[in-house]
Each structure stands twice: as C-alpha cells, then as structure tokens.
C-alpha cells in the first residue's frame, strides 16, 4: 500500500515563500512515473498546480502559477517539492500530492493519479 505525505503548509502574507515536500512509501510499486502537485479551495473543484516525471528536471505548470512556482524531485529520497515564490491570496487553498500517475495529453488531470495525500493546507493574507 503506497502512502503519501505532504508537509510545508503554513500561512505567510503576500509575497511571501513557502515550500512544500511530498514523501511516499513502497516507491517500487508505485508504478506510472508521474507525480504532481493538485490544490483546492474552499468551494471550489480540485485543480492541477505542476506536475513532473519521476526522471525529468522539467515541470509543467499551470498558467496560474508558472513563473512562480518550481516543481523538482529527489530521486534518492523519493520526494517531490514544490517552491511556491510571491504568492498570492489567491493560492490560498489544500495542496495534494499525487504520485503514480501518467502522461495523457498532459499530467495536471486528478484522474491519472491514484496515489493522494491527505494535504497540507496553505493560506496566504494580503
């Protein structure tokens, strides 16, 4: 059973920093190698932040978000990061991780993931 964990939430004001760390368990049988970084805010559907191939040093990025964030990994340790830079209230909202997932005319879908953390929440004041 793969377990997920994600840690680094925090509340900061506008502008501010913060990063995130997703660790996973039993990485052999995690199977499809993409991972990714999903948030949601209150009221509001699930949406993909960026997203990674296990072996890859380059991200995708939803529009919202590129130019700010940084998605990387650590293959040796099995554990994805995401550096959230300027942010803004309106990143406020849970950040998943999601790992074991595949390409499919993009990575930044819930559906190709079946591996998810409970989240970490993140809250930015203006």
């Known amino acids: 059973q793969v377990q997920v964990v994600e840690s680094g939430g925090g509340s900061v004001q506008a502008g501010g920093s913060l990063r995130l760390s997703c660790a996973a368990s039993?990485?052999?049988?995690?199977?499809?190698?993409?991972m990714a970084w999903f948030r949601q805010a209150p009221g509001k559907e699930r949406e993909g932040v960026a997203c990674?191939?296990?072996?890859?040093?380059?991200?995708h990025y939803a529009d919202s978000v590129r130019d700010r964030f940084t998605i990387s990994t650590d293959k040796a340790n099995n554990t994805l990061y995401l550096q959230m830079n300027d942010l803004k209230p309106e990143d406020t909202g849970m950040y998943y991780c999601?790992?074991?997932?595949?390409?499919?005319?993009?990575?930044?879908?819930?559906?190709?993931?079946?591996?998810w953390g409970q989240g970490t929440q993140v809250t930015v004041s203006s």
């Open positions: 999601a790992r074991g997932g595949r390409y499919s005319s993009g990575c930044l879908r819930v559906e190709l993931y079946p591996y």
């Open positions: 039993d990485s052999d049988e995690i199977g499809y190698p993409y």
């Open positions: 990674i191939a296990h072996t890859s040093i380059a991200g």
